[in-house]
């Protein structure tokens, strides 16, 4: 049983390009959670999405980021016109049910804008 | 807002001492706290949850105690190894759909 699934491990992007994050969560879990980790901070929560819907993004910045579930296929956070402030390490977590359980976590992407 | 602070921020030990690791946070209406480990490079492992009507949990070497009138939590790590070498990070559950996290302790076990 694989844990939650996250790619790419590094992504560069330049300033102005698009950056996307995927996250696989583990089989049987339907609930997918994003948290960012920016240089020298603690995790921040972003966005909490079970399949095809958006629970709480209450977290996210209200430009230029946006997440989704598709009912096939995994999580994506998408990041539009990227600057150099979002660079940071992105994890997604999941749970089977809801977010009152334990959360597995991936191991992150690191997103670098240059 | 809930704010979640750990002391130390950095923690270096011989081999084989006993540890404490401390968390508090401001909002008593907690539901859950978990204690995570974070290796470079890699995600966070959740280590331990103690839910809100629990005071503490055990898990092989370390224990966590919860004590909800103080806004206090406690990661205890017996006889520690180089092995637990990371940064320890707790992270607080209220009714929402969100963990706050601290900024971690980070943690070395010197052979």
């Known amino acids: 049983n694989a844990g939650v699934m996250q790619n790419p491990r590094h992504l560069v992007r330049r300033r102005g390009q698009e950056a996307r994050l995927r996250c696989s969560p583990m089989k049987g879990h339907s609930h997918v959670y994003w948290y960012r980790q920016l240089p020298e901070e603690g995790l921040k929560f972003m966005v909490y999405l079970q399949k095809e819907n958006i629970i709480d993004e209450s977290g996210m910045p209200k430009e230029r980021f946006s997440a989704e579930f598709p009912k096939e296929g995994p999580s994506i956070l998408r990041i539009q016109q990227v600057v150099r402030g979002d660079s940071a390490a992105y994890f997604c977590?999941?749970?089977?049910?809801?977010?009152?359980?334990?959360?597995?976590f991936g191991s992150g992407t690191q997103l670098s804008v240059l | 807002k809930q704010e979640v602070t750990q002391i130390p921020a950095a923690l270096s030990v011989p081999e084989g001492e006993n540890l404490v690791l401390n968390c508090s946070f401001t909002d008593s209406a907690i539901y859950n706290l978990q204690w995570f480990r974070q290796d470079p490079g890699k995600g966070l492992t959740s280590l331990l949850l103690?839910?809100?009507?629990?005071r503490e949990q055990t898990s092989g070497r370390l224990n966590a105690s919860l004590d909800k009138s103080s806004g206090r939590s406690t990661l205890y790590i017996a006889a520690s190894q180089p092995g637990d070498s990371a940064t320890y990070l707790c992270a607080f559950k209220d009714s929402g759909s969100r963990l706050t996290f601290g900024e971690g302790t980070q943690l070395t076990v010197n052979p």
């Open positions: 103690i839910q809100s009507s629990q």
């Open positions: 977590a999941s749970s089977p049910r809801d977010a009152n359980e334990k959360l597995f």
